[in-house]
């Protein structure tokens, strides 16, 4: 029923009255008095403008009271009331959708937010009055929209905007432009100019105290952004000042649990984070965490913020799981709010990469580190870049790159000073790190200069920061590396008593303190204190472990930091094994150390199962390289007291084992009771410090089919791992080129497109591993082979054949000696030229046909190498033919790059070339990456010899990078498909530097075409000719051709250039013909700049020979240096013949030096000749070398080509 106006005689004062509360700040006694009014004007007529009003007014006061579906509740009403008495477009629902603009944007609905502003703006438009201040109030609330959302450019231009409209109408000290200073001095707080953003929240003080607002709730929000701003700034007692007033102004005004005061308790978990004091942080985190639910506001964006920095503090005191579980739910917050791009996320992603640094997933923490920069550097900002380039730095150095960890300490140091000053702890942090880095560099004094500024801004900090603790332990180790003692038990003891305050006992800072300790006490003469504190150290980086007798090892079991933690194995095992040597022999000592090597080695393969990149367990294996080198020797010299002393060894035995019976129980764990049980750990010692990454890539792709993974998972597997290649690629090529020309806006978007995929693939592994456990079982059994597994292998060659394993430590060379009946070790004591002298042997010896150095070299370490086992197992020459014995070397170290067959078994006494005794004369040569990986292989030529035959029996590429038209000029008369010619074919009569006629500029480098290896592809497929040959010459030898013709071919040849790129390894790859449109240019063209432009690029690299799903069983790699890359301790050379392994070639013919082209093509034309006449192709190798020898050639010719397989 219709009211009267009579009837509402005090309505519209009554609503002034809410105004006015409202403004000041009475949020709840505005609402007292509306809804009073609002059920009357509900019902009468012609007071609708009122109605509505009321209603907005109502949703305001719910929204800063925090109650925000209320708020969204009486503005939707609003709108709805206005839109029907007044129309869509009337200035009446465009005040509703204001409060609506503010109610989403307090909500988190940032999207919701921007339509409802806008559509003011948009109707003010329409009744031409843009310039009303309630359209300015729609530009600040925009801008602070987009200030949530991290676009700060938007942010910026809407808030300049607002103030304008704002002065133009003469309302300078208007509430509204403290709320457009308050959100400004927001954003430059966000963009790291904090000077800027602290005088803008000074001017909205100003601002609520020239409108007389005292304790408003509008004035703590300046105090909010002011403890957050000085918290950045380091000035953490202001901070907390602020925080308190802006507090105290919610408890004067009865809102304790208002949801504006979480921000308080997120600020207040901020500062006591970076001052240390972690606890103190997680329970005004949690407060924050726990205000937003009791609000009802479980997925509001600022909560990811929060999850974020409780994480971090998880993740300072080494609680991973919980750390890594809030870095998740603060990216699926942010996905929740479709903000995948938010600038946060740069902090996130560090976060996360933070996590997998400490596990020793370092390439995967460098990911998330780069990704990071990509995120700020595609929003303009710069503020957390230091810390990201002082993670990078600790990555580099963690990798032993140092001059990639200098460079990115030097660019976060230059930064941090630039934003935060020289007195800043965040400076001091990259003090300390760039001292590290120094120090590990062994450049002591320069460290000390670094460390010494990192303490002094610690030590006038006003409490004790617990990141002195580490720099104390920094100093203390320089100190003690220049014997300069005085003060480093002093900084040790404090360091300890700081660290152990701040984190506990358990924490990796406190292990390291313990290890400074035992390096000190090993340097100054304590060997016994030594050891109980490298134990210690052990101790303290461990969580479940509380034995603390240094003869007790741990079993594998969740620890702290990954950093440092074989230098702590290896620093326990070095000294117990010099305490056995100079303790009376003491026997015990020297068990102990071969049971703590073999229980790193359990913790090795622990860590390894946990590392999800190639790059990490690259870096694994060479840090435990040092461990299994020291393990090599200490086995042997147990075997040699085990044998003497077996009394003494069984009474050591009974009691470590006894002992550690908890960890290590005997039915489950092999101790070496025995000498034949210590020979065999020595054996397997030296086989885990050689390409397990490549066993395990292997292992990886054969129990996907023992598996019965499904065809359609794996192509998904196979495509994404493509694409991941393709963009590392990408990104590698464009950092080759000079800083200037890098294209960052592409190397960014390329890092994020990188960083999507590889999330992608982990999530499918992880998917895999847990729908077929049978896959996941297998995939992690990386058991090496055993001596007699070996044996039974080398019992079923058709010749005799011996198996020579090397492993060289800093003083020995062991050679592990396998037949199929007998095992013996050579030690010898290594020259201190050893390295120099293969150098030598290669570059003037080979290379540069010095024929006295090559006789000097070659027969000198035949005798260092070879002659006590060849003696030993008595496979001196006997007879006149040459392939009547066969020997099997696996490399280690250097030796991957000697030919050992070109090595003389006596003095050569100036004899010409095709006299010398060559080893290759005696034996048959080959070679593998290790012993396990030989045995698989011979394991797998037992299945593959009863699968069906391949498609095409021989596929030949050769690009030639020549026009096809000159290269059949000078080659027609040689290129016929007649039956093979004389087994030692003469050579053309063309000097071999003649080849380069022609010469093509790639990538800035030029190559020499190769006119003879269209001879080569063509000769040999011409004893296939013509059912069972595919050849690929000129344009037609592309990369695409060769990874999608090459699969179904049981031979393949590919003879081209290949780049061994020294600077960027990855880059390394054989240089192929260009994709497209090569062919019908070149035949017009001669002009050098085609083949320049047409060439680049067009190179298969490393990377990509892994994914090219070969069924070949023999692939020859005639190119320059296909078995040359770069040297990984602990796992070999890092070449391209391991790619084509990995993609399933069972033999690999492979080159250790650049080899010519003429020559090259004879080599391999008589290797594929003897191969079709019946030879293995360890005889036929050997057979075709011979030719070479017959025929007077130097060694340079011939020797460099090796095979790898059978």
Known sequence: MQKKLATLPNARKKLQQAENLHKKGRYADSNAILSQIIPGFETALAWEEEYVKALCWQGMNYTFLGQYEQGESCANTALQKAVAFFGADSLQAASAHNVLGVVYMYMGKYEKAIDNSETVINIYAANNLQNNPDVAKAHGNLGAVYMHMGEYEKAIAHLETALNSYVANKLEKHLEVAKIYLHLGGVYTHIGKHEKAIAHFKTALNCYAANNMGKHLDVAKPYINLGAVYTNMGKYEQAIAHSETAINIYVSNKLEKHVDVAMVHSNLGAVYTNMGKYEQAIYHFKTALNSYVANNLKDHPVLAKIHLNLGGVYAYTSKYEKAIAHFETALNCYAANNMENHPELANIHPNLGVIYYYKGDYSRAEEYFKTALAVLAKNNLETEKGTIYNNLGAVCLAMADYPGALAYYQMALELKKKLFGTAHIKTALTCGAFGNCLMQMQQYEEALEKLTLARTIYEAQPDTHPEICTTYNYISACLTALSNYAEVPELLSKSLQVGKKAFGKRHPYVSFNYYVQGWYHQKTGRPVKAIRYYHKSLLSNLYQYTQTNPFHNPAPQPFGVEENFWEIWHAKITLLYRQYAQSKRQVRYLFTALFTTQAASEWITHVRSALSSDGSKLILAQKASEIYAAGTGIALRAAEVAGKKNEQWQKAANEITLFNRDSYPAAQFTYCLTQQECLATAFRFSELSRAMVLLGNIRDREAKGAAAVPKHLLQQEYDLKVDLNYYRKKINEEHTKKKARQNQTDLNEWQLKLHGLQQEYDAFITRLEKDYPAYYNLKYSLDTVSIPQLQQALSTAPVQTLLLSYSITEQYIYTFAISASGFEVYEKKKPESFEDDIEDFLKFGINDRIKTTYEEYGYALYQLLLQEPITGFNFTRSGTEISQKRLIIIPHGILSRLPFEALLTREGNNQPYSQLPYLQN???????????????????????????????????????????????????????????????????????????????????????????????????????????????????????????????????????????????????????????????????????????????????????????????????????????????????????????????????????????????????????RFIKSGSPYWQALQQAKAGQIAANMAPVFWCGFLLAGE
């Open 922 to 1168: 005696s034996v048959a040569v080959s070679y593998h990456f290790s012993a396990t990986l030989w045995h698989e292989a011979q394991q797998q030529n037992a299945k593959s010899a009863q699968e069906p035959a391949l498609e095409t029996t021989f596929t030949g590429f050769a690009p030639v990078y020549a026009p096809a038209s000159a290269a059949s000029r000078l080659l027609t008369p040689l290129l016929t498909h007649q039956q093979p010619q004389p087994a030692v074919q003469p050579a053309l009569q063309i000097p071999f530097k003649a080849a380069a006629t022609r010469k093509v500029s790639i990538g800035g480098k030029t190559y020499s075409a190769l006119l003879y290896s269209e001879t080569e592809v063509m000769q040999i497929a011409g004893l296939y000719y013509p059912t069972e040959a595919e050849t690929y010459v000129h344009s037609k030898a592309t990369v695409t051709n060769l990874m999608t013709k090459a699969q179904k071919s049981r031979y393949l040849l590919i003879a081209a250039h290949a780049d061994y790129n020294d600077q960027n390894p990855e880059l390394t790859g054989i240089i192929l013909s260009p994709q497209s449109g090569a062919k019908a240019t070149a035949e017009n063209s001669d002009d050098d700049l085609f083949f320049e432009q047409k060439y680049e690029n067009n190179i298969l690299y490393l990377s990509d020979a892994y994914h090219l799903q070969l069924c070949a069983d023999l692939v020859v790699l005639s190119c320059c240096e296909t078995g040359i890359g770069k040297l990984r301790h602990g796992e070999g050379m890092m070449s391209l013949n391991r790619g084509f392994l990995y993609s399933g070639a069972k033999n690999i013919v492979y080159t250790v030096f650049k080899v010519y082209d003429e020559q090259s093509s004879h080599l391999t034309f008589s290797l594929f």
